[in-house]
């Protein structure tokens, strides 16, 4: 081994990468100090380091350090010895505080320190101007630092989930800015300057308090992603109409009740999502967005369709699933790509056979409708599934033929056709017609079971002599009719009316039970055969009615 030990040695100052993610380390191991001249990437993430060693920080040649998803608590202000450290990740810890001193690492570009307890930022934080990245996710952070428009080389900036109400005017600064995200932070106002940040290709604002949108906000024309859901939003500004690159809309879980005409500008939108919101109506110009792809509008207000739908021709996810519709345009044919047609829980009383022209169309989701029949030019289309029910269990019907006595016409039919009108089971507000009744005063009473024979006879709702009892088990059966089980046993069985009174005799046989109503021999046989036909009826479930 002696031999070996130089070239082992020589070896080993050649090494600049080394990896031990997932290896369950409880610390840093000492033999990285070997490689203190030549490491440049330490990868120790997922692991369970709970402290930085010193000697760490001797890598001086350092360029990337992650130890994300560890439980380190300290960042020593020795970290300020990596002056070459480009990339530094500490997501995933329980880090409180970050050593003013880090402003020595100037040369870092990528930082993400998201997911531990920070609640804010050094002051010397902004010094760091070639950073590119920073991840401060979850750090519940309050605000910005006041200066951080400093970070000019920022293009990437995350800040969800944390505690920020203010944006900071600085922040208007960042020209170089291609991503933000803000969601999930309690921003009830968005400022005008955002329309600042020419470079801004993804603006996320999910999850705030935002009530409606500067006009400004037209002035990111490179803007490609943005997603306002889960905010409070009424209506959306027309200048939305001048972001012609935008690709995704977000627009879920608002109160908005129309879209702007400026919606038909979007010329290169893929994916549009307005559900959840109060939209009383579609823009017709939403037809000019030829290149749309996904389009969901569930759980809105729409009584109709404009027939511009059918100039979508590349749509191919379409859900209009708990809105008012009552019928669908026949344009809808012309759209040649849809793949995926939903309209769940609305009015439709019947489909346009134009659906025939779908030929890529294979879900078709029509439950919770009115519809009579289907149209026959569905057998043409490529369907993998059609649901008319709720209960349905297999995804394809076997349809048969028939003829509309109405118009003459061929059409489908199947087992689940005419669709019922939608009955709510009881709750504590009764629905009537898609819309609230208030509960009737007797709504908990009583509610009494009658035949149509019953309407004239006054004594129908007189209380009856018969007794509802559970039905018994069969186990218990067996018990209280011991002796019908036993083969040897006498085919007698004595039902008492009456409490029994032993009499003394005279016999070996013991006491004798007698009662005025005892039936006869023969009567005592019939009574067992009846009994003997209960017993077998009684392990029906549902329970017999026996006389009081």
């Not at 997932?22 to 070997?34: Q, T």
């Not at 109709?304 to 708990?322: A, C, Q, W, Y």
């Not at 769940?344 to 056979?353: A, I, W």
Request: proline share 6%.
């Amino acid at each position: 081994m002696l031999p070996c030990l130089p070239l082992w040695k020589a070896c080993n100052q050649q090494v600049d990468y080394l990896d031990k993610r997932h290896c369950n380390l409880l610390a840093v191991p000492d033999d990285i100090l070997r490689y203190t001249n030549t490491l440049e990437e330490l990868l120790l993430d997922a692991n369970q380091i709970n402290e930085l060693p010193r000697g760490l920080f001797r890598l001086l040649q350092l360029r990337k350090l992650t130890l994300s998803d560890n439980e380190i608590c300290r960042l020593p202000p020795d970290v300020a010895n990596f002056m070459h450290l480009q990339e530094l990740d500490l997501s995933r810890n329980d880090i409180e505080d970050i050593p003013e001193n880090i402003k020595y690492c100037r040369n870092l570009q990528v930082v993400d320190l998201s997911s531990n307890p920070l609640q804010r930022l050094p002051d010397g934080f902004t010094h760091l101007k070639n950073l590119t990245h920073l991840g401060l996710n979850d750090v519940s952070l309050t605000r910005l630092p006041t200066d951080v428009g400093s970070l000019s080389n920022l293009e990437s900036l995350e800040l969800r989930e944390n505690l920020i109400k203010y944006l900071p005017a600085s922040l208007s600064f960042l020209v170089r800015l291609k991503s933000l995200d803000l969601g999930s932070n309690m921003i009830d106002e968005l400022p005008q300057f955002i329309g600042s940040l020419s470079s801004l290709e993804e603006l996320w604002l999910d999850c705030n308090e935002i009530t409606e949108l500067p006009c400004e906000i037209g002035n990111l024309a490179n803007l490609t992603q943005l997603d306002v859901s889960e905010n409070k939003l009424e209506q959306l500004p027309e200048e939305i109409g001048r972001l012609t690159h935008l690709t995704d809309l977000i627009l879920s879980q608002n109160q908005i009740e129309y879209l702007p005409d400026g919606i038909g500008n979007l010329r290169r939108l893929l994916i549009l999502k307005a559900d959840q919101n109060q939209l009383l109506q579609l823009n017709s110009n939403i037809g000019n967005c030829e290149f749309l792809q996904e389009l969901l509008l569930m759980e809105n207000l729409l009584n109709e369709l404009p027939s511009t739908v059918g100039h979508l021709k590349m749509l191919s996810i379409f859900n209009v699933d708990k809105n008012h519709l009552t019928n669908v345009p026949r344009e809808i044919g012309n759209c040649s790509s849809m793949g995926i047609l939903s309209m769940r829980d609305n009015r439709v009383t019947h489909l346009p056979t134009e659906l025939g022209n779908l030929k890529n169309l294979h879900v078709l989701d029509v439950c919770g409708n009115r519809l009579q029949h289907l149209p026959i030019t569905l057998s043409t289309c490529n369907l993998k599934a059609i649901w008319l029910s709720e209960n349905q269990v297999q995804p394809l019907l076997k349809f048969q033929q028939d003829v509309d006595d109405r118009s003459g016409h061929k059409i489908l039919t199947c087992f689940l056709l005419p669709q019922q009108a939608y009955l709510p089971e009881r709750t504590d507000e009764p629905v009537k017609d898609g819309t609230v009744q208030a509960v009737p005063e007797d709504w908990n009473k009583d509610i009494l079971v009658t035949f149509a024979s019953d309407e004239g006879d006054p004594h129908a709702f007189e209380e009856s002599h018969f007794v509802r009892h559970n039905t018994p088990h069969p186990k218990e059966l067996r018990a209280r009719h011991g002796r019908l089980t036993k083969k040897d046993a006498v085919d007698i069985y004595v039902m008492p009316d009456e409490p029994q009174i032993p009499k003394e005799d005279g016999g070996s046989n013991g006491p004798v039970y007698s009662n005025e109503n005892c039936c006869s021999n023969e009567s005592q046989s019939s009574r067992s055969s009846e009994l003997s036909a209960g017993s077998k009826a009684s392990t029906d479930p549902v329970g017999a009615a026996d006389s009081d």
